[in-house]
Every structure is written in C-alpha cells, then in structure tokens.
C-alpha cells in the first residue's frame, strides 16, 4: 500500500501565498506521476497540476503563470508552490500519486486526505 500525506494547507488573504507538500511512503516499487486536485465546496474534483517522473508538467488554465508543481524524488513528496492566490483558489487540496506496490504488477492511483486552503481577507 502506498501512503500520501498533506501538509500545508491554511487561511491567506488574496494575493498571498502557500506551499503545499505531499510526502508517500510505504511499499512503494515504482512511482511515476504525481499530482494536484482539488474540489471547492458543491464542486467536482478538478486536475490542478500534474508531473510525470520525466519531469513534464501539466496545469489547469486557471492556474497557470501562478502554480508550480515540483518534486523531490528522493523524498518522494511534491510541493505546489501557490502564488497570486485568488478566493476562488479556495478548496480541499489533494495529492495523488500512480504507483506501483512492492510485489504487485498494476499500477494504481492513490489519493492523499486533502488539506483546506481558503483564500478569503
């Protein structure tokens, strides 16, 4: 089993900014593409950002030029690095990882619990 934790998430006013981390750990035999969603309140989850091991990047239109997605694979964990922050950047953040467990021959996409970040003055 693979496991992401969250870390980061906090109230800032419009304009602000926030760097969110996700750190995986457990049996993990190969982790290719790590990612961020989130879901604002009576809305769908939605891709924020996404980074393949090659290192190729991915961003919703609503955020580019204001998020960074980076990873430090020796720590396994991936940072977003938030900035302009808008109130409407307000929602549960998750981290998301594709994975292959130890011992096993499919790969999964695995979800973090979400941290809240609210952009409010």
């Known amino acids: 089993q693979v496991h992401l934790v969250e870390s980061g998430g906090d109230l800032v006013q419009p304009g602000g900014s926030l760097r969110l981390s996700c750190a995986a750990s457990g049996r993990i035999f190969v982790m290719y593409n790590m990612g961020w969603h989130r879901q604002a309140l009576g809305r769908q989850r939605e891709l924020v950002a996404e980074i393949t091991d090659g290192g190729s990047t991915n961003y919703a239109d609503s955020v580019k030029g204001r998020f960074t997605i980076s990873t430090d694979n020796a720590k396994k964990t991936v940072y977003l690095q938030m900035d302009s922050l808008k109130p409407e950047d307000t929602a549960v953040y998750y981290c998301?990882?594709?994975?292959?467990?130890?011992?096993?021959?499919?790969?999964?996409?695995?979800w973090g619990q979400g941290t809240q970040v609210t952009v409010s003055s």
């Open positions: 998301s990882a594709d994975a292959i467990p130890n011992g096993d021959t499919q790969g999964y996409r695995f």
